[in-house]
């Protein structure tokens, strides 16, 4: 920033600017056993102010603790590590909704077993909001530190640690179950295609008909399942030995592999649609199956291993895109990946051997498997652009937008849809006679993916599947593709390099040193608009008065306009970061919005927003700043408008 601005003007301003402090928070610890303590974080409020709950509902910042050295080494903390006290559940005229939160005193208590024989610095920090009932300050994140005393090693209890990472495991336990089901679903999937759903006839009638009883039938089939899921069990063990569980959860952020798992995925999806087969030596297939031919139990599981050599070519996509997916589950991640996938495959064998008269309610083998295998390989190409965008977005590149990959999703589902409809045909296809219930069923699913993405290249969110395109900010134009045309058009604004979209369409800039720039250049004063994404007053003053057409078109044509968000969140660089003081207190500056939030504080003493100044090209103000509360109307604001315009002309 070239200069702070110091130069105060208007008596109404001196009298009205005011740096607001309503919330005091004092931290202190207490002893509860040899090894346990209990962090406490009090919070007083001044009157009319209220602080969050940690789910305050849609609307607010939720009140949220951070320790920033989660060390399991030196101390534990349980799953549901931050108490609080009943909140109070009201309406809030803010947000216009129910919300949870604490007025004039509450306390969030924290217990943590420690763990370390040496004394250590335990850190974090509290996020928080603020608001009455008129206005929110923006979030505050307030540093914390604990002096923590070691223990004495023998106090130490083996069984923290135990506790600790079986605790681990229960918060990962929902995300290993849905782990397990859409293990269990691929090998579903993998069981209707024509490498292995033939065989189930196959190997069950031979079990039935080698086993001297049906009894011994049966239990061979069961044996035979079994093994299945030994071998399948056994693969996620040694990937998860062979890479370990660091490695595993790295793979989730690293460039290298996510752009091989993208070429992986391209192959596999290519193999399903019938380009190449991918198919393991032939000389091992060949030494299982004459190991099947000791009889027993080892001949019965050698059978099973040959089974998965032989449907390898269909199998093997679909278990290595699981072993993908289950990488992000660290250690046990890819062993309940394949623990699933392996139940849905033996299941079927053990059950028709029970039962060998429900095989002939079995559908008879045809070219509906080849259909199945077909759309595997259409989801697993579209799943692949899921990991280069990873990476892309890692790098930072901008090659793969929202929009170029909301657009090969399109092409990917239409082309599954015309599929099948019967209108593309591949290379192992059978003649499609008549479209069955359940493949229409399919096509109308997909069909109504394609057309639901379209609006997505215009900037819709896609509620649907917002977890797999890159996110809204990343995109090559703000309001997608064709977005700067319409503005240009319709509504005489254009964009000019540093600005963004903005509240009702404008151009806006974010930097305040860029907009100065952009300002000398074209000779208009510059307009700043001290702003946050969790400012309801911001909102209302957008959409109620910048909407009016008049206020619209002197933002848009008569002031540079810079929004300073005061609550954003990206940090700084290392070496933008500074210690400064605000309103007396010491204030770190480590993100975007402490940037701006100190800006507005130290040189126009107030942390409140919206609030609007209007400076001339030399960083003066021309009229005395704006708020919603005095100015929250059309013809305030336009007034306000017009008399600084009038002063900087």
Same mark, same amino acid.
């Not at 089901?181 to 196959?202: D, E, Q």
């Not at 997916?325 to 053990?350: N, Q």
């Given at each position: 920033?070239?200069?702070?601005?110091?130069?105060?003007?208007?008596?109404?301003?001196?009298?009205?600017?005011?740096?607001?402090?309503?919330?005091?928070?004092?931290? #202190?610890?207490?002893?509860?056993?040899?090894?346990?303590?209990?962090?406490?974080?009090?919070?007083?409020?001044?009157?009319?102010?209220?602080?969050?709950?940690?789910?305050?509902?849609?609307?607010?910042? #939720?009140?949220?603790?951070?320790?920033?050295?989660?060390?399991?080494?030196?101390?534990?903390? *349980?799953?549901?590590?931050?108490?609080?006290?009943?909140?109070?559940?009201?309406?809030? %005229?803010?947000?216009?909704?129910?919300?949870?939160?604490?007025?004039?005193?509450?306390?969030?208590?924290?217990?943590?077993?420690?763990?370390?024989?040496?004394?250590?610095?335990?850190?974090?920090?509290?996020?928080?909001?603020?608001?009455?009932? /008129?206005?929110?300050?923006?979030?505050?994140?307030?540093?914390?530190?604990?002096?923590?005393?070691?223990?004495?090693?023998?106090? !130490?209890?083996?069984?923290?640690?135990?506790?600790?990472?079986?605790?681990?495991?229960?918060?990962?336990?929902?995300?290993?179950?849905?782990?397990?089901?859409?293990?269990?679903?691929?090998?579903?999937?993998?069981?209707?295609?024509?490498?292995?759903?033939?065989?189930?006839?196959?190997?069950?009638?031979?079990?039935?008909?080698?086993?001297?009883?049906?009894?011994?039938?049966?239990?061979?089939?069961?044996?035979?399942?079994?093994?299945?899921?030994?071998?399948?069990?056994?693969?996620?063990? =040694?990937?998860?030995?062979?890479?370990?569980?660091?490695?595993?959860?790295?793979?989730?952020?690293?460039?290298?592999?996510?752009?091989?798992?993208?070429?992986?995925?391209?192959?596999?999806?290519?193999?399903?649609?019938?380009?190449?087969?991918?198919?393991?030596?032939?000389?091992?297939?060949? @030494?299982?199956?004459?190991?099947?031919?000791?009889?027993?139990?080892?001949?019965?599981?050698?059978?099973?291993?040959?089974?998965?050599?032989?449907?390898?070519?269909?199998?093997?996509?679909?278990?290595?895109?699981?072993?993908?997916?289950?990488?992000?589950? =660290?250690?046990?991640? %890819? !062993?309940?990946?394949?623990?699933?996938?392996?139940?849905?495959?033996?299941?079927?064998?053990?059950?028709?051997?029970?039962?060998?008269?429900?095989?002939?309610?079995?559908?008879?083998?045809?070219?509906?498997?080849?259909?199945?295998?077909?759309?595997?390989?259409?989801?697993?190409?579209?799943?692949?652009?899921?990991?280069?965008?990873?990476?892309?977005?890692?790098?930072?590149?901008?090659?793969?937008?929202?929009?170029?990959?909301?657009?090969?999703? &399109?092409?990917?589902?239409?082309?599954?849809?015309?599929?099948?409809?019967?209108?593309?045909?591949?290379?192992?296809?059978?003649?499609?006679?008549?479209?069955?219930?359940?493949?229409?069923?399919?096509?109308?699913?997909?069909?109504?993916?394609?057309?639901?993405?379209?609006?997505?290249?215009?900037?819709?969110?896609?509620?649907?599947?917002?977890?797999?395109?890159?996110?809204?900010?990343?995109?090559?134009?703000?309001?997608?593709?064709?977005?700067?045309?319409? &503005?240009?058009?319709?509504?005489?604004?254009? #964009?000019?390099?540093?600005?963004?979209?903005?509240?009702?369409?404008?151009?806006?800039?974010?930097?305040?040193?860029?907009?100065?720039?952009?300002?000398?250049?074209?000779?208009? %004063?510059?307009?700043?608009?001290?702003?946050?994404?969790?400012?309801?007053?911001?909102?209302?003053?957008?959409?109620?008065?910048?909407?009016?057409?008049?206020?619209?078109?002197?933002?848009?044509?008569?002031?540079?306009?810079?929004?300073?968000?005061?609550?954003?969140?990206?940090?700084?660089?290392?070496?933008?970061?500074?210690?400064?003081?605000?309103?007396?207190? *010491?204030? @770190?500056?480590?993100?975007?919005?402490?940037?701006?939030?100190?800006?507005?504080?130290?040189?126009?003493? /107030?942390?409140?927003?919206?609030?609007?100044?209007?400076?001339?090209?030399?960083?003066?103000?021309?009229?005395?700043?704006?708020?919603?509360?005095?100015?929250?109307?059309?013809?305030?604001?336009?007034?306000?408008?017009?008399?600084?315009?009038?002063?900087?002309?």
């Amino acid at each position: 920033m070239k200069k702070l601005i110091v130069f105060f003007t208007a008596i109404t301003f001196i009298s009205s600017a005011q740096i607001f402090d309503p919330v005091k928070w004092d931290f #202190s610890q207490k002893k509860l056993d040899e090894n346990k303590i209990e962090l406490s974080f009090k919070a007083t409020i001044d009157e009319g102010w209220y602080i969050y709950s940690q789910d305050a509902g849609e609307g607010p910042v #939720s009140t949220e603790f951070t320790f920033f050295d989660p060390s399991p080494d030196r101390y534990f903390v *349980e799953e549901n590590w931050v108490q609080e006290q009943v909140p109070i559940e009201e309406f809030d %005229p803010n947000f216009d909704a129910v919300l949870k939160y604490f007025k004039n005193e509450t306390v969030f208590n924290v217990k943590i077993d420690v763990l370390s024989t040496e004394d250590f610095v335990l850190k974090g920090e509290v996020y928080y909001m603020t608001c009455d009932s /008129t206005q929110c300050l923006p979030p505050e994140a307030l540093e914390f530190s604990f002096d923590i005393e070691g223990v004495d090693g023998s106090l !130490i209890d083996k069984s923290l640690t135990e506790e600790s990472k079986s605790s681990d495991g229960s918060s990962s336990g929902k995300s290993m179950w849905a782990l397990f089901f859409i293990a269990f679903l691929s090998g579903f999937a993998a069981l209707l295609t024509p490498c292995v759903f033939p065989m189930i006839p196959l190997t069950v009638s031979f079990f039935t008909k080698q086993s001297k009883t049906k009894a011994r039938g049966i239990v061979n089939a069961i044996i035979y399942g079994i093994s299945i899921i030994i071998i399948y069990v056994a693969l996620g063990v =040694g990937v998860s030995s062979v890479f370990g569980a660091d490695a595993l959860n790295n793979m989730a952020t690293n460039v290298y592999f996510n752009i091989g798992f993208f070429l992986l995925l391209i192959i596999f999806g290519a193999s399903f649609l019938g380009a190449f087969e991918l198919q393991l030596p032939a000389s091992w297939v060949n @030494k299982s199956d004459k190991a099947s031919d000791k009889g027993g139990l080892i001949g019965i599981f050698f059978m099973a291993f040959t089974l998965a050599l032989v449907s390898f070519s269909c199998t093997g996509p679909i278990v290595g895109t699981l072993l993908v997916e289950a990488s992000t589950g =660290g250690y046990f991640g %890819p !062993i309940i990946g394949m623990l699933g996938f392996s139940l849905a495959i033996a299941l079927p064998f053990a059950l028709f051997a029970a039962f060998p008269g429900w095989l002939n309610s079995l559908p008879q083998s045809g070219g509906w498997l080849n259909s199945v295998k077909v759309t595997l390989g259409f989801l697993e190409i579209a799943l692949a652009f899921k990991f280069l965008s990873n990476a892309d977005l890692v790098l930072q590149a901008h090659l793969l937008e929202r929009e170029l990959f909301i657009a090969i999703w &399109i092409v990917i589902f239409g082309l599954l849809t015309m599929y099948l409809l019967g209108f593309l045909k591949f290379a192992h296809d059978s003649d499609l006679k008549y479209i069955s219930v359940s493949r229409l069923s399919v096509a109308i699913l997909t069909g109504t993916l394609t057309i639901y993405m379209i609006p997505g290249l215009w900037g819709a969110p896609l509620k649907i599947i917002n977890a797999f395109p890159p996110p809204m900010q990343y995109s090559e134009s703000p309001q997608g593709v064709g977005g700067s045309q319409i &503005i240009s058009s319709h509504s005489g604004i254009s #964009s000019h390099e540093g600005q963004h979209i903005g509240p009702q369409g404008l151009m806006v800039f974010h930097d305040y040193d860029e907009a100065l720039v952009h300002a000398k250049k074209v000779n208009k %004063p510059l307009m700043i608009d001290f702003t946050g994404h969790a400012c309801v007053n911001c909102r209302k003053m957008e959409e109620q008065v910048w909407s009016d057409q008049y206020v619209k078109d002197m933002l848009a044509n008569e002031v540079v306009l810079v929004s300073l968000y005061v609550d954003e969140r990206i940090s700084l660089p290392e070496s933008e970061q500074y210690v400064t003081t605000m309103a007396g207190k *010491e204030k @770190k500056v480590k993100t975007t919005g402490d940037k701006w939030m100190v800006f507005q504080a130290n040189t126009f003493g /107030t942390n409140s927003q919206p609030y609007y100044v209007m400076l001339d090209l030399n960083e003066k103000q021309l009229i005395e700043p704006a708020n919603y509360q005095d100015y929250g109307s059309v013809s305030l604001f336009t007034d306000w408008l017009e008399r600084g315009l009038k002063l900087f002309n």
